[in-house]
């Protein structure tokens, strides 16, 4: 299934991605409510043409006045518009800013921690130093000489040798997930991506015209031999990984999986992106394999070594630093700086100046992250324990979030629902790129703690509304059977 601006989605994938409906609201509002869901999350892109009615209809079994209906609800809230001739094509409406940061009472849609302590120390020393910054252009390709080292030293001091010319500097791990995407893949490439995953680094990937495979992770972690099958027999151009907390499950890939994946990749040139945004977001685990990037042995002719590191200070420091990195040889830095104009012209050099400070004081700075991060799971596990007993609820040995699993499908409607009181929630299957995982709900607990009570709260008598219509709708439907 493409999902290519402007591409046209069939009917059967519409309903794909819409999954089951919420029981309760009437048919064609139902239908309504989870294509705006769907288009307003970006699982539908602005532009995409959707099936006709009449092929909707069909496929859907439903009757044609129902698919008329929803999409008339869709045209009335600015989801969509039809011309007569070329169909009916998904829209955004409103003010470009309310797609960004959701104006919402209580924000779980985002997993975005708060300045880390002691940062605010650091911004006032280094300050008086930025005038030395307005010396040059005040941006560059590559990453400014002193921050490159300082991050290439702490790998060293990890146990991964590396020198400041493996690394390049980026506006956040985002922007290295987009820029690697573009420089080491080919359209139709096959990249190998875990489900559930992190959205944005999916959508890079098939803007880079990537075509996706997936293995499976839950919050006890991977099916090693699942990932490993995969790779010696897909022989997939990239795999994108996230072994450390990884997003949304929390898990981690214990050391004798890395090694044998590593190897795996190695065998057929697979490279692999391991995104350590997440990595050094531990709370109680009590181990630490070092950088993913030590399982990495000799060269391949292919992809060098094999083993291509993203890093981010967002999630670790402050997501307001837009400092992030890549970690790779030689030959890809080289390509990725080449390739590196045709979408920016660089990172600036006040942030830099900030950012070298702030590598080096990592080792001060982090017990303050692993404080926060364990005192708000520990508030966000006890108001899901008292408000929704029924979920189960996983105990991230670190990261950022809670992948849920609720006690019976329904992370759609229930993200539609809570949207509407103030709840601004990311559905499960957006984590997905085949629309499974209605079972599941990411829960950030970055939110201020007085948050995390509220909106779990609300989360828990939403999920009350939407289960009693759940029964409701059983219950009518059984009825002609009885009579
Ligand atoms: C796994 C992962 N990688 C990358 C990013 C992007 O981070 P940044 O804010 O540094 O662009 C995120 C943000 O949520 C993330 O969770």
Redesign the pocket.
């Known amino acids: 299934m493409s999902m290519v601006t402007g591409s046209r989605l069939s009917a059967r994938a519409l309903l794909a991605l819409a999954g089951e409906l919420d029981a309760g609201s009437a048919a064609y509002e139902a239908l309504a409510e989870r294509i705006r869901l769907l288009i307003v999350d970006g699982r539908i892109p602005a532009g995409t043409r959707l099936p006709s009615e009449r092929e909707l209809a069909v496929e859907a079994g439903r009757s044609r006045t129902t698919i008329v209906a929803a999409y008339q609800s869709l045209r009335d809230t600015g989801h969509l518009v039809s011309q007569r001739g070329s169909g009916s094509r998904a829209t955004l409406p409103g003010r470009a800013g309310a797609l960004d940061a959701p104006r919402r009472e209580v924000d779980f849609a985002?997993?975005?921690p708060p300045p880390v302590d002691g940062l605010q120390e650091i911004v006032a020393e280094v300050s008086g130093r930025m005038l030395q910054a307005l010396d040059g252009p005040g941006f560059d390709l590559l990453g400014n000489e002193a921050l490159r080292r300082a991050i290439a030293d702490r790998y060293t001091q990890r146990s991964v040798p590396t020198s400041p010319d493996q690394i390049v500097v980026t506006?956040?791990?985002?922007?290295?997930?987009s820029l690697v995407a573009h420089t080491i893949l080919s359209r139709s490439d096959t990249v190998l991506i875990e489900s559930p995953t992190?959205p944005?680094?999916y959508e890079a990937f098939r803007r880079a015209g990537a075509r996706l495979a997936t293995t499976p992770v839950t919050v006890d972690g991977w099916d090693v031999d699942h990932l490993v099958e995969t790779i010696l027999r897909v022989r997939p151009a990239a795999a994108y990984l996230?072994p450390d907390f990884?997003?949304p499950t929390g898990a981690s890939m214990a050391p004798a999986g890395r090694a044998r994946v590593a190897e795996a990749a190695r065998a057929v040139g697979t490279v692999l992106i391991v995104?350590e945004?997440?990595a050094d977001l531990t709370i109680d685990r009590d181990w630490d394999d070092g950088p993913f990037a030590r399982h990495a042995r000799g060269a391949s002719p292919v992809s060098g070594s094999g083993v291509v590191t993203?890093g981010?200070?967002?999630?670790s420091v402050w997501?307001g630093l837009?400092?992030?990195w890549i970690r790779a040889d030689g030959a890809i830095v080289r390509r990725v700086v080449q390739a590196r104009p045709a979408g920016d012209l660089g990172t600036p050099q006040l942030e830099q100046l900030l950012g070298e400070r702030i590598v080096r004081a990592l080792p001060e700075l982090l017990p303050h992250r692993r404080r926060l991060l364990g005192e708000h799971r520990t508030v966000m596990s006890d108001a899901l324990a008292r408000h929704l007993p029924q979920w189960r609820v996983p105990r991230p040995a670190g990261g950022?979030s809670m992948w849920v699993q609720l006690d019976r499908p329904g992370s759609s409607a229930l993200t539609s629902l809570c949207e509407a009181r103030g709840l601004a929630l990311v559905a499960g299957p957006k984590f997905s790129v085949d629309g499974s995982l209605e079972r599941f709900l990411r829960l950030p607990f970055t939110s201020p703690v007085a948050d995390l009570d509220a909106g779990v709260q609300l989360l828990a008598e939403s999920w009350e509304q939407l289960s009693a219509r759940a029964t409701h709708s059983t219950v009518d439907e059984r009825l002609p059977q009885v009579v």
């Not at 981010?312 to 999630?315: G, I, T």
Request: hydrophobic share 40%; glycine share 14%; net charge positive.
């Open positions: 985002r997993a975005v506006m956040g791990g985002q922007h290295a997930i992190y944005h680094a996230m990884h997003n995104d945004t997440t993203i981010s200070l967002s999630k997501g837009r400092l992030g950022l």
